[in-house]
């Protein structure tokens, strides 16, 4: 364990290194600077408990150690109200979501509990007119296309900013 401390710990999908270099790219030109202390990122759960770090971290090499790379697909633009995100859609992070949703029950925020809308945040914060503006500059350029998820990360909550604490790249041939 890094002793992240008293903070929560956040579960990532990880991306091909492609395409979360393309979507990184969109978040640094339009997220508010300000506000922007990530790099281009696919939420799991947001705040799984501090306490829970060894078992986490266990949890999610032996899922690395079985799953294959994980289908997806980018399917367009999704509306955050005050934002702009690339929507995805996959099956197989979904089931694996779950999975990781049961083995941790009674650890969850209710906002864990909810099956992700799995999306790549690229602009958030700021005004519904600039949403609605960068949603309608970049709806006809983004290309559905297929995709795989390439692993699983584990972060601490840093109050903004987030550690990496571990990368955990999917190497089975067959799902469990």
């Given at each position: 364990?890094?002793?992240?401390?008293?903070?929560?710990?956040?579960?990532?999908?990880e991306?091909?290194?492609?395409?979360?270099?393309?979507?990184?790219?969109?978040?640094?030109?339009?997220?508010?600077?300000?506000?922007?202390?990530?790099?281009?990122?696919?939420?799991?759960?947001?705040?799984?408990?501090?306490?829970?770090?060894?078992?986490?971290?266990?949890?999610?090499?032996?899922?690395?150690?079985?799953?294959?790379?994980?289908?997806a697909?980018?399917?367009?633009?999704?509306?955050?109200?005050?934002?702009?995100?690339?929507?995805?859609?996959?099956?197989?992070?979904?089931?694996?979501?779950?999975?990781?949703?049961?083995?941790?029950?009674?650890?969850?925020?209710p906002?864990?509990?909810?099956?992700?809308?799995?999306?790549?945040?690229?602009?958030?914060k700021?005004?519904?007119?600039?949403?609605?503006?960068?949603?309608?500059?970049?709806?006809?350029?983004?290309?559905?296309?297929?995709?795989?998820?390439?692993?699983?990360?584990?972060?601490?909550?840093?109050?903004?900013?987030?550690?990496?604490?571990?990368?955990?790249?999917?190497?089975?041939?067959?799902?469990?």
């Open positions: 364990m890094s002793g992240s401390g008293n903070v929560p710990l956040i579960v990532t999908a991306l091909p290194e492609d395409l979360y270099s393309w979507a990184n790219q969109l978040r640094t030109e339009h997220f508010p600077p300000e506000r922007n202390f990530l790099k281009a990122h696919v939420t799991l759960f947001h705040a799984l408990p501090p306490s829970a770090e060894g078992e986490v971290r266990d949890c999610l090499a032996a899922m690395a150690r079985h799953y294959a790379p994980v289908p697909r980018l399917v367009g633009i999704m509306k955050l109200g005050k934002g702009t995100a690339l929507k995805l859609e996959s099956e197989g992070m979904i089931a694996l979501w779950r999975e990781l949703a049961d083995r941790f029950h009674g650890m969850l925020t906002q864990d509990e909810h099956q992700p809308r799995l999306h790549i945040t690229i602009q958030n700021v005004t519904i007119e600039e949403a609605k503006a960068l949603q309608a500059e970049l709806t006809p350029r983004i290309q559905p296309r297929d995709f795989a998820f390439a692993g699983l990360g584990l972060h601490a909550y840093l109050g903004g900013p987030w550690e990496r604490l571990g990368k955990f790249p999917f190497r089975g041939h067959n799902r469990r």
